[in-house]
């Protein structure tokens, strides 16, 4: 009771323009009271009219009256905000905008505490009194406020809703049931409700297990991203310590190289150098011959001439009669092309082994996606593919940017080159193809071979190492007329025909997936290969007849 006379007076000391507690309260003539500045705008308002009223009563006031602040009113609305429950009523106890009000409260209503779905009102705490004291309300049901109450009265009836009608699926009262929903499966709508009631506690345990399973799985994964960190840094480090060591090598094979450079050089130097003191030996031997010659031919006696002349002319036979020979190109020159040819040998090998690093790195994965359902999906893969001319056999014609194959009854002329297929009439793209790819071909004629290859697939004679399906190089979808089949290492396996004049082509290089398309909407499957694969892909056709032809169309 004592709650209620609290409410009683912050109602009484409340200006009915603001509905706040007065501020500088003043009494007009008629006895009523309202905060200066309200009481102020309001006449203010009027001044126009020379006519000044009561916002509550009406009564009208000639000339303005003059304000003066009631300051009893003053002192009792100080003491009230001491209280600390002025501040109360203004921001808790009165109904706001998303509030639901009490429906039987007047003027400025109050917040409701509960709503009765027997009598489809919400109340306040005060009107809420007789529900908790009077035996007539006992049976009525009490919730939390709720402002679609209304709901539950038949909008053609206008009794309140208690059944529920499971053939039409909607709420209903005791007259429709006899009236347009008469013969329909009927029950009340607490009965429905505890049978909702008992699915939706299955649904919620079902949703409950989930949670519980998805946070083990979030378990997993967390261990999981540790286990990969851990696994990248041992990787990084024992890849560090290998490659330092190739790098180690390589620097001393390079010193070694060069040790025994200098060591050939030394031993060269050295003999060209005995070589040359043997000749200068040589030549000064002869120069005193020479002068020996030169002083006997001035001689003016004739006997001491001849008596010296034998000992004088006589030559010894010169065991090195021969020129010296030097090599006509600069030294080592065959030592630097050894070494060159090593970089290259060296350089192709690791471009290769550096791909199939690369590949190996991509190839890590911990979760796999699932393969796409719809044309769209697999769009979102799409890979454009460009025919290679240096792969093309000389009896297929490539055309529209490298985009078509055709076979050609006349041979045509290319250059000749390694990556040209000599005898199967195939050709590869340029691109490589690795992680998740689509694309789609299509074809026209007799015997036409949708494939992927590895790059080092054999080019030249006719052996089946060479042939798209024949070995395990390669993976084809023959798609002929008369009997499709897939061909992969010499063993083919049955295709549902006939095989559509557009095929899909989708990769999912990681998890090892080929798989060969109807293509539609829906995307009808043909074939599906589940392997490794151990290097990227190309895409590849083989036209075994006159007039075959494939391309490769822009994907939209």
Request: glycine residues 4%; charged residues 30%; hydrophobic residues 30%.
């Amino acid at each position: 009771m004592e709650q209620k006379g609290v409410q009683l007076d912050q109602e009484t000391f409340s200006c009915s323009i603001c509905l706040d507690l007065l501020k500088d309260p003043v009494t007009i003539p008629c006895g009523h009271s309202y905060c200066m500045s309200c009481i102020q705008t309001h006449w203010d308002e009027e001044d126009r009219k020379n006519l000044h009223s009561c916002p509550q009563c009406r009564q009208t006031f000639t000339p303005r009256p003059v304000l003066v602040k009631n300051t009893m009113l003053a002192v009792l609305v100080e003491q009230l905000k001491k209280t600390g429950l002025g501040a109360a009523a203004a921001d808790h106890c009165y109904a706001g905008a998303e509030d639901v009000a009490c429906d039987v409260c007047t003027g400025r209503k109050l917040k409701a505490v509960k709503s009765c779905l027997g009598c489809l009102a919400s109340y306040c705490d005060q009107h809420l009194q007789p529900h908790h004291e009077s035996v007539a309300f006992k049976k009525h049901k009490l919730v939390d406020p709720y402002q679609k109450l209304q709901e539950n009265i038949c909008s053609r009836h206008d009794e309140v809703m208690k059944m529920f009608c499971r053939t039409d699926g909607q709420c209903i009262c005791y007259l429709c049931s006899v009236d347009e929903h008469k013969g329909h499966d009927t029950v009340t709508s607490a009965a429905e409700r505890t049978e909702r009631q008992k699915e939706l506690e299955v649904s919620r345990q079902k949703i409950q297990q989930r949670i519980k399973d998805k946070q083990e799985d979030v378990k997993v994964l967390q261990k999981e991203v540790k286990t990969i960190s851990r696994c990248a840094d041992e990787a990084v480090e024992k890849n560090h310590k290998i490659l330092t060591e190739l790098i180690r090598l390589m620097e001393e094979g390079r010193g070694d190289v060069e040790k025994q450079i200098r060591s050939k050089e030394e031993t060269e130097v050295s003999r060209v150098k005995e070589l040359e003191l043997k000749l200068e030996q040589e030549i000064a031997e002869l120069r005193r011959k020479d002068t020996e010659m030169d002083k006997l031919s001035h001689t003016h006696d004739h006997n001491q001439f001849l008596l010296q002349y034998s000992s004088v002319s006589t030559l010894r036979e010169d065991p090195d009669s021969s020129h010296v020979h030097i090599h006509p190109w600069s030294y080592f020159e065959d030592v630097t092309a050894a070494v060159s040819e090593l970089r290259d040998k060296l350089q192709h090998s690791l471009t290769e082994e550096w791909t199939n690093i690369s590949l190996s790195i991509s190839q890590t994965q911990v979760l796999l996606e699932p393969e796409p359902q719809t044309r769209a999906g697999f769009l979102q893969y799409s890979r454009q593919i460009t025919l290679d001319p240096n792969t093309v056999n000389e009896y297929l014609s490539l055309s529209e940017k490298n985009k078509r194959g055709t076979f050609m009854r006349q041979r045509r002329n290319y250059p000749d080159h390694p990556d040209r297929f000599s005898d199967w009439r195939q050709v590869l793209s340029r691109e490589g193809l690795t992680g998740r790819c689509y694309w789609e071909v299509e074809w026209r004629g007799w015997d036409v071979r949708v494939a992927v290859a590895y790059k080092d697939i054999k080019r030249k004679g006719k052996s089946d190492e060479g042939g798209f399906g024949k070995n395990d190089k390669s993976w084809a979808l023959y798609s002929n007329n008369n009997s499709p089949v897939f061909h992969h290492n010499g063993v083919q396996s049955s295709v549902p025909g006939p095989v559509p004049s557009r095929i899909g082509v989708y990769l999912d290089h990681t998890a090892g997936i080929l798989s060969f398309y109807s293509v539609s909407e829906t995307m009808t499957l043909i074939h599906r290969v589940q392997t490794t694969f151990t290097q990227p892909l190309y895409a590849g056709l083989c036209l075994w007849n006159i007039g075959d032809t494939a391309h490769f169309p822009k994907l939209q």
